[in-house]
């Protein structure tokens, strides 16, 4: 088919009892196909998400599980679930009964050579409903309203139950205990917020091909103190340990492990660790039998925008970062990282699928920073060189513990 409009795609609504299956699925249970354009970015996409308030008029045609017509109507896409309770069109649709417990299973998109990719409920608002793609194949082929569909979609969620139906669980993450990261340095050092604004902007409006920022969770800001020490032995332990004060009067330890600057290093984060700042060289020398140098000790300010690839599922932190050494603000290190972070998908288990997808946004990246004077190339460069960098120019930085 050669454009979405040709291509059909629907929201299936039903009882939440199939899927959290609390009861089990009768004959006369309501079904109701809405019909919509197709949302997703391609096809197959691995995540959807879908904004009642732009659907427009949709045709709605209310079965039952057995097949038996209903009802048939237009609603508009934003008096579906106005507070995410089945609207009044809905109600009189299937009815009072069966109106309360009313949610959308799952997107279909019809595939041009019959049956229909399947994408699973995983979070349901009044605004929005985000779906997750569950199955590999085209399912139930036929017209649509035959429910041949009906039962491999509820196999395949019912099967993925433990991911599906627990909140966030959804994610899992290739690459564990690795950073992977691409950096840019900015200069000179600009005013980090509206640069990183002007990117969401960018990811909302389509900008980064089959990404969006990461649905409900597109941006955080960070601000913390860091007191980083150079680790210079033993030689398996190379690279540095930072302390990050936490809001409890506890602190977070990273731990980097690396001897030059590169694409991935080894990490590990530890937290609630009890220690007052004046003993973190000690804990680590007599802790964790580590040889270190402190630092100088930074104030790091960081925007963080979420990405989501709706293609893949794969999600990569675009942050924002402006450094500045206590002991001298003047002097700073502002950089762009972009990192993987997580991955929302049940079907997708290649990680060199990531690095391709990843080395694609970094082409894309570097090209938005540069034409906007704000870099000239990409770089591996760490806070660790910056350190080492700023008390090789001006030795008096250097900590005297």
């Excluded at 909302?204 to 007191?227: M, T, V």
């Amino acid at each position: 088919m050669s454009s979405d409009m040709a291509r059909a795609a629907w929201i299936v609504l039903g009882g939440i009892h199939l899927l959290n299956q609390t009861a089990s699925r009768r004959p006369d249970n309501p079904i109701v196909l809405v019909r919509v354009t197709p949302q997703e970015v391609s096809l197959p996409s691995t995540t959807v998400v879908v904004r009642w308030d732009t659907l427009g008029t949709c045709p709605t045609t209310a079965l039952t599980a057995a097949g038996d017509r209903l009802a048939d109507t237009r609603i508009e896409g934003g008096d579906l679930f106005p507070d995410a309770t089945a609207g009044t069109a809905l109600r009189e649709m299937v009815g009072t009964a069966a109106a309360p417990g009313l949610v959308p299973l799952c997107y279909l998109a019809e595939h041009p050579g019959g049956g229909y990719h399947v994408y699973a409920q995983i979070r349901f608002y009044a605004d929005d409903a985000c779906f997750l793609r569950t199955t590999r194949e085209p399912v139930g082929n036929g017209p649509v309203e035959a429910l041949r569909w009906l039962d491999p979609v509820l196999t395949a969620h019912a099967e993925s139950a433990l991911r599906l139906n627990n909140h966030l669980r959804y994610f899992h993450t290739h690459f564990a205990g690795t950073e992977l990261e691409y950096k840019y340095n900015l200069q000179p050092a600009p005013d980090i917020w509206p640069v990183s604004m002007e990117l969401l902007k960018s990811l909302r409006h389509g900008e980064l091909a089959d990404c969006r920022p990461e649905y409900r969770d597109e941006f955080q800001i960070h601000y913390f103190d860091n007191h980083m020490f150079d680790v210079v032995g033993p030689d398996e332990e190379r690279g540095y340990a930072s302390f990050i004060p936490t809001v409890n009067r506890t602190h977070v330890l990273k731990r980097k492990w690396f001897e030059e600057d590169t694409f991935a290093r080894r990490e590990q984060i530890s937290t609630d660790i009890e220690i007052s700042p004046d003993s973190f060289g000690e804990y680590l020398r007599s802790e964790l039998g580590l040889q270190v140098q402190a630092l100088p000790p930074f104030r790091r300010v960081r925007y963080d925008i979420q990405c989501e690839s709706m293609r893949t599922g794969h999600v990569f932190g675009i942050f924002f970062d402006r450094c500045s050494l206590l002991a001298a603000p003047d002097v700073v290190l502002s950089q762009c990282e972009m990192e993987y972070r997580r991955s929302r998908s049940l079907l997708d288990h290649d990680e060199e699928a990531v690095l391709r997808e990843m080395e694609r946004i970094d082409h894309w990246l570097l090209s938005y920073l540069a034409a906007r004077g704000l870099t000239k190339g990409s770089t591996f460069y760490s806070k660790l060189s910056f350190l080492r960098d700023a008390v090789a120019a001006r030795p008096e930085l250097m900590p005297t513990h």
